[in-house]
């Protein structure tokens, strides 16, 4: 199951683990990446 950033429309990836490489925000999930540039704020991106 290949999640998308709800910020970047890019695919969010897994690690081994299948723990994803960034974060929930309600249901949505944010990259990594995205997360880093916005910071606090990319909840208003999304
Ligand atoms: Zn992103």
Do not use: N, P, R
């Not at 949505?28 to 208003?44: A, L, T, W, Y």
């Amino acid at each position: 199951m290949a999640e998308k950033c709800a910020v970047c429309k890019e695919k969010v990836e897994q690690t081994f683990l299948g723990k994803i490489k960034g974060t929930f925000i309600g249901k949505k999930v944010v990259c990594s990446s995205c997360q880093k540039k916005f910071g606090k704020d990319v909840v208003k991106h999304i």
